[in-house]
């Protein structure tokens, strides 16, 4: 297409048959197919441009190996439910890596349950269970669309997907006991309904939707009315006009003949007709110009650094994602020569929070020291927005160890800020610069009145390796607040001190819920002291195969000998195909050998 004094637009259409027209409602024998256009040429099914026709672009997968945590940002369902993060593998009875639970008594309680040789696509699977009577279930649920998931994944990367409006009817039966959804997840956090990425659920932000042509209905011709014939239009003579004589041909070498003397004639003029005006005509509205930037601060000369900033927000400006991503995407290509230019653009508030996040993922890419005072100024500065705010102290651990030295005081000075986002995301953040001087520091924010701060101060704390932690994670094993506990025993896991063995095995002895069991499980076998083997083996034997299935990826990681006659006779009584797989898997890790089939 070209329109709107030139503008060019390629638009892209799916594949059509005639099966896919119907007939528009103004024009009898005609058949149709309407398709409604996004500004970056892709087609949609439906209005709102949710129910994605073709895409200029395939949507790349979100990949996924392992996940650190995983929190609904939008906690408003009407019905308890699960949210899991799975590959593009699934399995009968569900191997999520991890999930949460949406209620209002342990709200974002993450359980870290597996993860992959390889990375895979990534599935979001919403689901949920109701052993009395499960169509129950499906009848009250109502997630509103646009709910935001969070991810904390492959060494802290973090990624927000975006889901539709989901109710029980969308619901269909994905293992015994179990309904849910399962949704893909492309790499920009958009959902899709079908693997191949073209069917979209949600995306963030929605397109501008394109308005609905109206139909053009004729005017009805009254009864016996006739076309009247068009009279001819004819020029007047005016009275007493003369027609010229010709002028007489000259032959090439005669001597010319004399033109004859023509009187001249002045004709009276005839008075011109009276002329009907025509319909006032609507002026064209005057159209914005395109390219009109509003003036900003140039940042400081680089190759191509001002030029790509200043492209940047004439893209974001006229609503192009594909070419305000790409932009960014190309500031990543020139490395250091870059950070002024990603300065400029992550501290201008003008930008929507998904770009600036995408910005601060390519500043921690490069990893340019000279960026982390920027990086500073934005986490400092409290007119700002608050989840941009922590996103700039993320950052500053994602550009690792090399340059906690400039980092710290600034994240240490925040562990005081008013916002909890910047708080409890710093205290994560020095926990991954593994600066233990900040150890006692920590410890003290486990304290804080924020249950956000304390959970991702837990998880800091196990990212520190620091020994003097131990203790006070241990004391909150005992804590009433499940969200504390399971993140205890996961960071207790991390730091692999045999001094948390006694107390995670008093968890496998007290607690009956299945998050903390398998949690603490998994902690017994990173640690890989022996004396969780008796109490790991007794899972194994007993009637609960989930939990079997969970000590037998324990005891395989102790690598214990004696577990494995004790596992290749649960494999033998288990019914569930996927706990037989896995237990199998352990039974391999430990016997170096595949598992006999009869």
């Known amino acids: 297409m070209t329109f709107d004094s030139g503008q060019k637009k390629i638009v892209y259409f799916p594949h059509i048959t005639e099966d896919d027209l119907v007939a528009p409602p103004w024009e009898e024998g005609w058949f149709w197919f309407p398709l409604y256009v996004a500004t970056d040429g892709s087609t949609y099914y439906d209005q709102a441009l949710t129910q994605l026709a073709w895409s200029p672009d395939s949507a790349e997968p979100l990949l ?6 995983m929190e609904i940002l939008d906690l408003s369902a009407t019905e308890d439910c699960s949210w899991n993060i799975s590959g593009d593998e699934i399995p009968d009875a569900g191997n999520p890596l991890g999930l949460v639970w949406d209620n209002l008594t342990t709200p974002n309680l993450y359980e870290d349950i597996a993860s992959y040789e390889t990375a895979r696509p990534t599935q979001l699977i919403v689901a949920g269970d109701d052993d009395s009577n499960p169509e129950g279930w499906k009848d009250h649920l109502d997630i509103p669309a646009g709910y935001r998931v969070e991810l904390t994944f492959d060494s802290g990367q973090t990624k927000i997907v975006y889901s539709p409006h989901i109710t029980g009817d969308d619901l269909s039966h994905l293992w ?10 492309a790499s920009d956090g958009s959902t899709y309904y079908d693997e191949a990425l073209t069917q979209l659920a949600w995306s963030p932000p929605l397109p501008t939707p394109t308005p609905t042509p109206k139909p053009i ?3 009805p011709t009254p009864e016996g009315y006739k076309t009247p014939t068009p009279t001819p239009s004819v020029t007047p003579t005016p009275e007493g006009y003369k027609t010229p004589t010709p002028r007489p041909t000259i032959t090439p070498g005669a001597t010319p003949t004399a033109m004859p003397t023509i009187t001249p004639v002045v004709p009276t003029p005839t008075a011109m007709p009276t002329i009907t005006p025509g319909p006032t005509l609507t002026p064209r509205p005057t159209l914005t110009p395109r390219q009109t930037i509003p003036p900003r601060p140039k940042p400081t000369p680089t190759p191509d650094g001002p030029g790509l900033v200043y492209h940047l927000h004439l893209a974001y400006d006229n609503e192009d994602k594909p070419w305000t991503i790409t932009i960014i995407l190309d500031l990543a290509d020139l490395g250091y020569d870059a950070t002024p230019a990603l300065c400029a653009a992550f501290q201008d508030k003008s930008l929507d929070w998904f770009l600036r996040k995408l910005i601060a993922e390519v500043i921690a890419e490069i990893a340019d020291p000279a960026i982390v005072p920027c990086l500073v100024e934005v986490m400092e500065d409290t007119t700002d927005d608050d989840y941009i705010r922590a996103e700039a102290a993320w950052t500053l651990a994602m550009m690792g160890v090399g340059n906690a030295g400039s980092a710290s005081p600034s994240l240490i000075k925040a562990l005081d800020d008013e916002s909890e986002e910047v708080r409890s995301t710093a205290s994560q953040a020095l926990g991954a610069f593994g600066n233990k001087e900040v150890t006692p520091l920590l410890i003290e924010k486990l304290n804080d009145e924020s249950h956000l701060v304390r959970v991702r101060t837990i998880i800091g704390l196990g990212l520190m390796g620091d020994s003097r932690a131990v203790e ?6 005992d804590d009433e607040d499940e969200a504390l506990v399971s993140n205890a025993i996961t960071s207790l896991g991390r730091l692999g001190d045999p001094e948390a063995v006694a107390p995670l095995l008093k968890v496998l002895e007290t607690k009956k819920r299945h998050l903390p069991l ?5 902690a017994l076998g990173k640690i890989g002291d022996v004396r969780a083997v008796e109490p ?3 899972f194994v034997k007993g009637k609960d195969e989930y939990l079997a299935m969970r000590a037998g990826e324990g005891l395989a990681r102790i690598g214990q000998q004696t577990a494995i006659s004790p596992l290749k006779e649960a494999i033998g009584k288990v019914k569930d195909e996927f706990v037989k797989k896995k237990l199998k898997e352990s039974y391999q890790t430990l016997s170096g050998e595949e598992y006999p089939e009869e």
């Open 518 to 522: 398998t949690l603490a499980m998994r």
């Open 176 to 185: 015994e006991g179990i309904y849910g959804l399962s949704l893909y997840v």
């Open 64 to 69: 996924i190996q392992d996940m650190e945590n």
């Open 536 to 538: 790991l083996l007794s």
């Open 472 to 477: 006070p994670l241990i004391k909150l094993l």
């Open 217 to 219: 209905t004729p005017t």
